[in-house]
C-alpha cells in the first residue's frame, strides 16, 4: 500500500459527514458571486447586444442612441480591446466579433447605472447585419463536409478480417442529443480595479487560472495583475469550465475602462442561448459477432456537433473515442472521430465530458442486437467483460476487472433480478396496453484528464500559532463537495479535529497554474497536494516533538518560538500516466471507476409515457472519503444522466424562416428537467465494497462524471419494454432523447412487428429523415436479415 493511500486508525477521512456549507444551502446564507454585488458600491451593470442571425456580417454599428439612453455609461466594442480581441484558448472565439456565428452571439456590451439601463441601451443600439448561409443541423454539417479541428483514429487488431469471419455483422446508426447544463447559478461576473491597480475578478467558473490568462491577454497584462477568485458556484457541471472568460474578460474590460466595478450575470434565457451544451453525436456503426455472442470487430465513425467554434470539442471527442468500448472486450477495433462546426453555441464540457456519448454507441449495439442474436441483452453484455490482462483499444490495461463484475453480480443479487425478470414476464403477459422492462447495465470509466499537463494540484496550508489550520487549495467548489472532502484530508493528514480547520475561497494569486476542476480528478490531485503539504508540515513539528508526545496546541506554540516553519506549499503530479494524442495510444488514465445498475420501467402504450419503478445502483468510489457527499453524487449523477437519455431534448430553428439557427427550448418551460416525479419510487444505491484503490488519496477513486452514465440501465429498460409490445426477437432503436413521443414510437414499430407490417410505413414526428438502408452487398454486411433497424432518430 503506498504512502498516499495508506489511511490512519480514527481518519476523519471515511465519515459521513454533511457537506462543508449545507447549513449554509438551506438557509440561504450561502453567498455567490453575484450576491457580491450588495457589498459593492458604485456597480455598473452589463447587458450584451445579441445577434438574432445564426450567421452574418456585421457591416454597421451605431451606438450613440444607446449612450444617450439616460443611465447608461459606455458601450464596449472591439475598438475598446486594448489587447487581443479572443476569448478562447484556441483564438478562434472573438470577444467583440465581426462575423455572428449564432443567434444569441454578443457583439458588444453596454453598461448602464442600474440593469435596466443597460438593458434599454442595448435595445438602442443599431447593428447591421449582412446574413450569411447558416448550417445548423448536425446532418446538414455532415452532408456540406463542415468540420473542424482534427480527426483522431483509434485502432487495435485487423477490422475488416474480423467483420468478414464473424458469424453475424449488424450495423446501424446511433444519435443522440445534447444536454443543457441548467446549473441553478447562472454565469456571473464581478471585476473591479484595486488602489495598485490590481484587476480581481469575482468568477462563477470552474478554471481560475484559465479565467485569469483571458482576462490578461484580452486586457494586454500579465497574468500577474490579475487576481480571479471563486467563491463557490451554484452548479457548474462542465459549463464553467471554459465559457466563463469571456464574459469575466467583458467585466474587467468596464471595470478598468470606467474605474468602476462592473457586474455580469446572465438572465436564465441569456445563458442557456449564449452558452455551449453537452455535444450532440452521430455514430454509424459495423459490428460483429461469434456464435457465441462475443463481440469480434467495431468500426464506427464519431461525429460530434461542436457548434461554432472548437472550445473542448477536440478532447471532448477523443475521450468519447476512449469510452466507445465502456466495460467490453472487442479484439478488433476501428473508431474514426470529427467535429462538425454548425451556426450554434460553441458546445463545451459536461460532466462525463464525451465519455457518455462513447458509452452510448455500444450500448445501443448491444441493446439492437441482442434481439437478433436470440440473447438475453444482460448475459450478452456480462458474455464480453473485460478479463484480468486484457487492454483497451487505445492500449491501457484494464485493471481490477473483477471489480466490474464484483458491482454487476451484487446488484443481481440486492437487486433481485431474476426473481423480478419473471414478475415483469407475468405483468407483460396480463396487460396488452401497458409493459415493463428491466434492464442492467455496466459502467468503465477512466479518471484523469486525457491531456497529461493537467494532472497537477498545488496547495497553500496555514498553521496558526493557536492551533487552528487554514487551507487553500486550486480545485473549486460547485455543491459537488470537494471543500468538504479537503477539510476531511487536512484534518486527518494533520491528525486534528475537524473544526480546527478551515478552507479559504478558490483564489488564483494564493494557489497559481491550476487545472480546472474537471475530469472528476480534483479529489485525486487537490487532495494529494493538501496531503503533501500537511505532510510537510508534520515533518518538521515531529522533530519539535522529538519522540515527547507534545498535544498539538503546544507543539505548535513550541515550534513557533523554536523558529520553525508552520506553512507549506503542496503539490501533486498523477504518475504513471501518458498520452499520445496523434497516435491515440498510452495510459491516460490513473484507474477506473466501476459501477452496474439495474433499472425498471413501465411504459404507457397509448402515450409512449414511462414511469421508473426502481432502480438498484452499485458504485465504486475505492474507500470513499466522505460516503455522505459520494452518495449524494452518484444519486445525482443517476438523476442527470436520466434526464439527458429520457426527458432534455434541445431544439433549434432548423427551418429556413427568420427564426432559423434559434434555439427554441430556453426556458424551463419548454426544456424539460428531470424533476422529483421522475425519480425513481425505489432507489437503492451502495457503494461497492473491498474497492481500495492503492496509489489515490487514502485510497478513494473520483465519483463526479461516472455515476451519470448508470442511467444507461433505464434507456435500456425503455428500450425492452417496447419490445414487449411485439412479437419475441423485436429489435427496438430508440432514440435519444427517448421522450413520450420517441418511446410511442419505438412502440408503434413494436406493434407493427407484431402484425407483420413493414417498419418504414411508421412516420415519426421527429426532425430528421430516414436513412436509408445499408447495402446488402458493402463489405463485412450480411444480409438484410442481420440489419438493425434505421428508421428512427434524429439529429
Known amino acids: 500500500m503506498s504512502g498516499l493511500s495508506e489511511r490512519p486508525e480514527c481518519a476523519v477521512v471515511g465519515q459521513a459527514l454533511p457537506h462543508e456549507s449545507a447549513d449554509l444551502h438551506v438557509t440561504g446564507h450561502a453567498l455567490y458571486t453575484d450576491d457580491l454585488v450588495q457589498r459593492t458600491p458604485r456597480v455598473l451593470h452589463a447587458h450584451p447586444v445579441c445577434s438574432p442571425h445564426a450567421h452574418a456580417r456585421v457591416t454597421g454599428l451605431d451606438v450613440e442612441s444607446a449612450l444617450a439612453v439616460d443611465g447608461v455609461v459606455r458601450v464596449l466594442t472591439a475598438a475598446d480591446v486594448p489587447g487581443l480581441n479572443d476569448a478562447g484558448v484556441k483564438h ?122 483571458i482576462v490578461a491577454h484580452v486586457l494586454g497584462v500579465p497574468s500577474h495583475a490579475v487576481t480571479v477568485q471563486c467563491l463557490r458556484m451554484g452548479g457548474g457541471f462542465g459549463g464553467k469550465e471554459m465559457q466563463p472568460h469571456g464574459f469575466a474578460a467583458v467585466a474587467a474590460l468596464g471595470a478598468v475602462l470606467t474605474g468602476r466595478p462592473v457586474r455580469l450575470r446572465l438572465s436564465r434565457t441569456q445563458d442557456m442561448t449564449m452558452t455551449g451544451k453537452r455535444h450532440g453525436f452521430h ?65 463545451t464540457a459536461f460532466r462525463g465530458f464525451g465519455g457518455p456519448q462513447g458509452m452510448l454507441v455500444i450500448e445501443d449495439v448491444l441493446g439492437r442486437c441482442a434481439p437478433l442474436l436470440g440473447v438475453d441483452p444482460t448475459e450478452l453484455r456480462a458474455r464480453n467483460f473485460y478479463a484480468e490482462g486484457q487492454a483497451t483499444p487505445y492500449g491501457q490495461v484494464v485493471r481490477h476487472p473483477e471489480r466490474m463484475r464484483a ?177 491515440m495510444q498510452g495510459h491516460p488514465f490513473k484507474y477506473f471507476a466501476y459501477g452496474a445498475a439495474a433499472a425498471e420501467v413501465e411504459v404507457d402504450g397509448f402515450t409512449g409515457a414511462s414511469t421508473v419503478r426502481r432502480v438498484d445502483i452499485v458504485h465504486d468510489v475505492g474507500d470513499s472519503l466522505s460516503p455522505l457527499v459520494d452518495l449524494g453524487q452518484v444519486e445525482g449523477g443517476f438523476v442527470q444522466g436520466l434526464g439527458w437519455l429520457t426527458l432534455e431534448d434541445l431544439r433549434w430553428d432548423e427551418t429556413d424562416g427568420p427564426g432559423r439557427g434559434r434555439l427554441t427550448t430556453q426556458a424551463a418551460s419548454t426544456y424539460k428537467l428531470p424533476s422529483l416525479g421522475e425519480l425513481p419510487a425505489v432507489l437503492n444505491v451502495a457503494l461497492l465494497e473491498r474497492a481500495h484503490e492503492d496509489g489515490a488519496v487514502y485510497g478513494s477513486k473520483a465519483v463526479g462524471e461516472p455515476p451519470l452514465m448508470l442511467a ?60 436509408d438502408p445499408p447495402d446488402p452487398s458493402a463489405p463485412g454486411i450480411r444480409p438484410e436479415s442481420e440489419q438493425v433497424d434505421n428508421t428512427a432518430g434524429r439529429s
Open 92 to 213: 478562434d472565439e472573438p470577444l467583440f466579433p465581426e462575423i455572428v456565428m449564432f443567434v444569441g452571439h454578443a457583439v458588444c456590451w453596454v453598461l448602464g447605472e442600474t440593469l435596466e439601463a443597460a438593458r434599454l441601451g442595448a435595445a438602442a443600439v443599431r447593428v447591421d447585419y449582412e446574413p450569411l448561409p447558416a448550417v445548423v443541423s448536425l446532418a446538414e454539417a455532415m452532408e456540406a463536409e463542415s468540420f473542424q479541428g482534427g480527426r483522431p483514429v483509434i485502432a487495435r487488431g485487423d477490422v475488416e478480417q474480423g467483420l468478414a469471419t464473424a458469424a453475424h455483422v449488424f450495423s446501424g446508426v446511433t444519435e443522440m442529443a445534447g444536454q443543457e447544463h441548467f446549473y441553478l447559478e447562472t454565469h456571473a461576473s464581478l471585476a473591479l480595479v484595486d488602489e495598485g491597480g490590481q484587476v480581481f475578478v469575482q468568477s462563477s467558473t470552474q478554471h481560475p487560472t484559465e479565467t485569469q490568462e
Open 283 to 347: 455514430a454509424s456503426w459495423r459490428v460483429g459477432f461469434d456464435d457465441d455472442g462475443q463481440l469480434v470487430a467495431l468500426e464506427a465513425t464519431l461525429t460530434s456537433d461542436g457548434g461554432w467554434s472548437l472550445d473542448l470539442s477536440e478532447p471532448v471527442l477523443a475521450r468519447a473515442l476512449c469510452h466507445v468500448d465502456n466495460a467490453y472486450w472487442i479484439p478488433h477495433v476501428r473508431l474514426h472521430g470529427r467535429v462538425a462546426r454548425t451556426h450554434k453555441t460553441s458546445q
Open 407 to 583: 458491482a454487476w453480480e451484487q446488484v443481481l443479487a440486492s437487486g433481485d433480478v431474476a426473481g423480478r425478470r419473471a414478475e415483469v414476464a407475468a405483468f407483460n403477459a396480463a396487460h396488452p396496453h401497458a409493459k415493463r422492462g428491466l434492464a442492467v447495465t455496466p459502467l468503465k470509466f477512466g479518471i484523469s484528464f486525457n491531456f497529461t499537463a493537467f494532472n497537477q494540484a498545488g496547495a497553500l496550508v496555514h498553521v496558526y500559532k493557536d492551533g487552528s489550520v487554514l487551507i487553500n487549495h486550486g480545485g473549486t467548489e460547485m455543491g459537488q463537495g470537494l471543500h468538504t472532502k479537503m477539510l476531511q484530508v487536512a484534518a486527518t493528514s494533520l491528525g486534528v479535529p475537524l473544526a480546527r480547520v478551515r478552507l479559504a475561497p478558490t483564489r488564483t494569486d494564493k494557489v497559481p497554474n491550476t487545472s480546472a476542476t474537471a475530469a472528476s480528478s480534483s479529489t485525486d490531485l487537490n487532495g494529494g497536494a493538501v496531503k503533501d503539504a500537511c505532510e510537510q508540515i508534520l515533518q518538521r513539528l515531529r522533530e519539535v516533538d522529538a519522540g515527547r508526545g507534545l498535544p498539538w496546541d503546544e507543539l505548535v506554540r513550541e515550534a513557533y518560538f523554536g523558529r520553525v516553519q508552520l506553512w507549506a506549499a503542496g503539490f501533486y503530479r498523477t504518475e504513471g500516466i501518458h498520452w499520445d494524442s496523434t497516435a
Open 712 to 771: 444507461f440501465a433505464v434507456r435500456e429498460a425503455l428500450r425492452e419494454a417496447a419490445a414487449a409490445f411485439g412479437p419475441g426477437g423485436t429489435s427496438i432503436q430508440l432514440a435519444s432523447p427517448a421522450t413520450p413521443e420517441a418511446v410511442y414510437w419505438a412502440v408503434e414499430r413494436a406493434r407493427r412487428a407484431a402484425a407483420g407490417k413493414p417498419l418504414d410505413h411508421v412516420v415519426e414526428g421527429l426532425p430528421g429523415r430516414v436513412p
